[in-house]
């Protein structure tokens, strides 16, 4: 288990830097040791501003992907560590690996995954507490399949009223979808927001949709509760019990914002 490898890096220490506003990254696939980063300008998506492309929206409505929530993490992780075209070496080193899957054991890092006829063909993980969710990594084995996998992501994460969806650096691809880049001290201000404690209102509203939700989503939920992702992705699928096409329900959502 990876709780239990001396390499790996703690959970506790792992999400303390999260809430400060860095994270570890690696040299290389083999590379035994991490470095700690503060970029000085971070990529967010904003989530009221996900950018939902007219193809996209038939993509999901369409049901191309059957999308789960924490159904596959280390799948996923070794996917987004795995060479790619253009891209041989990863970030992503053994060390990362087994800190993210204790911290995933822990319950505060998450995956998404999309499936094609069983397979496993593209997803993201990242981090996740108060209202905060901090992607990692991505990948895509056919067409639209993580960007599918954000949008889940983002409605998800709309569901439970997070606040801040960080995804660290800039690419194009994220840029496509609605990220911006600010600069790391507004980012932290962001951050510092994003943490304040949950009122008595808003963790009698999280205990009630877990409940409703079911699965025993709601026995984690007390003083100190965190809106956890896999109770918005739950409570999509909730809505979209008994529809042909979940993934109208994620179009829906994301057409309208609140």
Not at 11 to 23: D, H, N, T
Not at 24 to 29: K, N
Not at 140 to 169: H, M, N, Y
């Amino acid at each position: 288990m990876a709780r239990n490898d001396p390499h790996a890096i703690p959970p506790e220490l792992l999400l303390k830097a999260y809430r400060a506003g860095i994270f570890p990254m690696a040299d290389s696939r083999d590379d035994p040791e991490v470095f700690w980063v503060e970029p000085r300008m971070r990529a967010i998506l904003p989530l009221e501003g996900f950018h939902l492309s007219k193809s996209l929206a038939r993509t999901l409505r369409r049901g191309k992907f059957t999308v789960t929530c924490n159904a596959a993490f280390e799948a996923v992780i070794d996917a987004c560590a795995a060479p790619r075209p253009g891209a041989e070496e990863s970030w992503i080193s053994a060390r990362i690996r087994e800190s993210y899957i204790g911290l995933h054991e822990h319950g505060h890092a998450h995956s998404i995954e999309c499936w094609s006829e069983g397979r496993l063909v593209g997803g993201l993980y990242g981090v996740g507490f108060a209202r905060v969710f901090c992607g990692e990594s991505m990948f895509s084995r056919q067409t639209d399949a993580s960007k599918v996998a954000l949008a889940w992501l983002v409605a998800a994460l709309r569901r439970i009223g997070a606040e801040l969806l960080d995804c660290q650096f800039t690419t194009t691809h994220l840029t496509s979808l609605g990220a911006v880049e600010i600069p790391q001290s507004q980012y932290l201000q962001l951050l510092s927001q994003a943490q304040r404690p949950y009122s008595s209102g808003e963790i009698a509203a999280g205990r009630a949709l877990a409940d409703a939700v079911g699965d025993g989503l709601g026995a984690g939920f007390g003083d100190a509760a965190s809106l956890a992702l896999p109770l918005g992705f739950a409570s999509l699928r909730a809505d979209a019990a008994g529809s042909s096409s979940p993934g109208n329900i994620i179009a829906q959502s994301l057409t309208h914002t609140s």
